[in-house]
């Protein structure tokens, strides 16, 4: 039952540092998201992936990078942290829709970051 | 995306029924009426849908008016666990666009 598994939960970063954000399911979802949530706003699309190999950028994609080498693992890497990305981030998984049904997304704990 | 429009706060007596209101007069016939949770320090949780009937499943109901401009979410009898932030979307069943539109949603408070 582990379905969404973020790691890590917490992490403070200096500003200029890079690091990467997991993100791991196991329900053999096709499609993967990273989401970040400001306070008092609801969450925002970086970046999607409809599957191993596909990715595609969401509405603030700039300074994160995503790859999708397996279907279970979609992880986020921030290039050169800025204090502009203390954020939560939250990682999504779901199954693919088709043209008359929409697949409710599972989603992770999230991972809070901050950068100094 | 069409847009939906929620109250910002609502309060609730613990085992009360409680309603949940979102607008969208300006929802296109193929959109679904998504509602989705986030309990606190948590990610989102769904909760329900639909697109055009009432629906029922253990966690909820969902009211959709006949013209679908406005849907109500119901909790039948509210619990200290549900105190948590409601979110309204609308979506559009599309292959590959799975993209969730979040607004600020309903902060929920239940009061023992």
């Known amino acids: 039952n582990a379905g969404v598994t973020q790691t890590p939960k917490f992490q403070v970063l200096k500003t200029g540092q890079s690091m990467t954000l997991q993100c791991a399911q196991d329900m053999n979802h096709e499609y993967m998201s990273w989401y970040r949530q400001d306070p008092g706003m609801g969450l925002r699309l970086i970046h999607y992936s409809v599957g191993a190999g596909i990715t595609d950028q969401g509405e603030v994609p700039n300074g994160y990078n995503v790859s999708r080498s397996t279907t279970e693992d979609f992880p986020l890497r921030l290039l050169s942290a800025a204090p502009s990305q203390t954020s939560v981030y939250f990682c999504a998984s779901s199954q693919i829709g088709t043209s008359k049904f929409v697949r409710p997304q599972h989603f992770g704990d999230g991972t809070r970051l901050s950068i100094l | 995306d069409a847009k939906t429009t929620q109250p910002n706060s609502m309060e609730s007596n613990e085992e009360e029924p409680v309603h949940l209101p979102c607008n969208h007069s300006t929802i296109s016939g193929t959109d679904y009426i998504h509602w989705y949770r986030q309990l606190p320090s948590q990610g989102p949780e769904y909760v329900i849908h639909?697109?055009?009937s009432n629906v029922n499943n253990r966690m909820a109901s969902l009211a959709i008016a006949e013209d679908r401009k406005s849907s109500t979410l119901i909790l039948h009898r509210a619990t200290l666990r549900d105190a948590a932030v409601y979110y309204c979307?609308?979506?559009?069943?599309?292959?590959?666009?799975?993209?969730?539109?979040f607004g600020t949603g309903t902060r929920l408070t239940i009061i023992p």
């Open positions: 979307i609308l979506r559009i069943p599309n292959f590959g666009n799975e993209k969730l539109t």
């Open positions: 639909g697109l055009t």
